[in-house]
């Protein structure tokens, strides 16, 4: 399957920014793109302001907001949780019967998990779980700030100890002035990491779909991306 998983070092390191981006740039670019945020919790996922809404504007797939989303809970938790609320819980085995119906229905496809690598998705599986089922290279979403270099060196190592290919990391959020922390973060978790950072991208002060594209095109290498990937 052609494709990338993308994941966070924590929930809120807008990793819905830089799929749905990310997805828009492919698109420009001719990729037959496609989407699938298996799960999503807290808000609607046919609510305009929804992660699930934002990936399928940017990607311009014509696959549903069901498709994209089967799986949504009304509490903004860990899925597992959220379904736990609701008397419900998912298996891998479903998140994995929805996405053989939509993954040939486009090229390449960019699939979002919840929060970090192990966020509880069901009993007994976890965001990395998922991503091992579907056997797509990772992209990792960090924050920029102090403290990301814990998080970001945590996360590579347990992709690396499950046996996930690891594509790169995005750092997401960079402020216009950044402080010393941000400005050694990257190079140092480059190094520690042995990953490639793909790119620096910078808080957005407003959140339209051709600002998200544009700061994909601006601040990640999607030569260095593509070629990563074989697109």
């Known amino acids: 399957m052609n494709g990338v998983f993308v994941t966070g070092t924590d929930t809120g390191v807008g990793k819905t920014i830089i799929s749905s981006g990310l997805a828009a740039v492919l698109k420009e670019n001719g990729i037959d793109v496609g989407v699938f945020k298996p799960m999503l919790s807290g808000v609607a996922r046919e609510d305009p302001e ?3 809404s934002l990936l399928k504007e940017l990607s311009k ?16 938790l860990a899925p597992y949780v959220a379904g736990l609320q609701e008397g419900r819980s998912v298996q891998l085995a479903d998140v994995l019967s929805h996405w053989n119906v939509i993954y040939g229905k486009h090229e390449f496809f960019i699939v979002e998990g919840a929060g970090g690598i192990s966020v509880p998705l069901g009993p007994d599986f976890l965001v990395s779980h998922l991503i091992k089922a579907l056997e797509l290279p990772l992209v990792i979403v960090a924050r920029p700030n102090l403290g990301t270099i814990n998080h970001t060196f945590l996360t590579v190592q347990y992709a ?20 010393l922390a941000e400005q050694t973060n990257p190079s140092m978790i480059e190094e520690m990491c042995q990953v490639p950072i793909l790119g620096i991208t910078p808080m957005l002060e407003e959140l339209t779909p051709e600002n998200i594209k544009q700061m994909v095109k601006e601040h990640v290498k999607m030569n260095a991306f593509t070629t990563k990937l074989g697109v």
């Open 50 to 52: 929804s992660d699930t």
């Open 61 to 76: 797939t014509s696959l549903s907001h069901e498709e994209i989303t089967p799986f949504q809970f009304a509490e903004p």
């Open 160 to 179: 690396k100890q499950m046996g996930l290919e690891i594509a790169g990391i995005v750092i997401n959020g960079m402020g216009g002035s950044p402080d």
